[in-house]
Every structure is written in structure tokens, then in C-alpha cells.
Nanobody, 126 residues
């Protein structure tokens, strides 16, 4: 099993930036795909970005392409989501997740991820 802890959320004005981090433990970090998801009140959980175990493959939701960057540091068991040009519609609780069934492919379907962090709130004011 994988344990995940997110950090880095907060309140920011539109156009600003935030960097989310996810620290993992419990399994060799490079052996699984990692993803970031978000959920706003009253909405379904949605895929934001994902990265393969080696870091060589990434995938982004269309709504964040060109603004968000996902990365991972396998030596330190951490993943990051750099969020630039934030918009009010980016406001949500953000979760990192582990897909331990995949190493080299990034899935966007949240139900395929088997370990989740507790979430961190991102609020973007207009």
C-alpha cells in the first residue's frame, strides 16, 4: 500500500501561481504512475495531470495544458504540480493519487487509482 500526503495549497489571486507537493511512502516510488485530481463542491472528481513511474510520460487535462506542469523526484519520493496562470475555475480540493497497477502509462480515470492523499485546498480569487 502507498501513503500519500499533499501540501502547498492556499489562496491566490487569478493569474497567480501555486506549487503542490505530494510525498509518498510504502512502495518503491518509481514503480507506479502518479496523478493529480481535483474536485469542486457539487462536481465530480476530475483528472488534472499524471506522470509515469520514470517520469518519461505525462498527460494533462485540456483545461490545464500550458499552465500546469507535473514532475516527480524519484530519489526523494515526491511529486509536484506547478500551477501557473491560475483561474477562478481552478478552485477545488486537489488530490494526489497512485496507480500501482501501471508503471509506464498514465490513466485519467480516477477509479483506476488505488491510493489517495487527504487533499489540499486551492482557492483562486477573481
Amino acid at each position: 500500500q502507498v501513503q500519500l500526503v499533499e501540501s502547498g495549497g492556499g489562496l491566490v489571486q487569478a493569474g497567480g501561481s501555486l506549487r503542490l507537493s505530494c510525498t509518498a511512502s510504502g512502495r518503491t516510488f518509481s514503480s507506479y504512475t502518479m496523478g493529480w485530481f481535483r474536485q469542486a463542491p457539487g462536481k465530480e472528481r476530475e483528472f488534472v495531470a499524471g506522470i509515469s513511474g520514470s517520469g518519461g510520460r505525462t498527460n494533462y487535462a485540456e483545461s490545464v495544458k500550458g499552465r500546469f506542469t507535473i514532475a516527480r523526484d524519484n530519489a526523494n519520493n515526491t511529486g509536484n504540480l506547478q500551477m501557473n496562470s491560475l483561474r477562478p475555475e481552478d478552485t477545488a480540493a486537489y488530490y494526489c493519487a497512485a496507480d500501482t497497477g501501471r508503471t509506464d502509462w498514465v490513466e485519467s480515470r480516477y477509479w483506476l487509482y488505488d491510493s489517495w492523499g487527504q487533499g489540499t485546498q486551492v482557492t483562486v480569487s477573481s
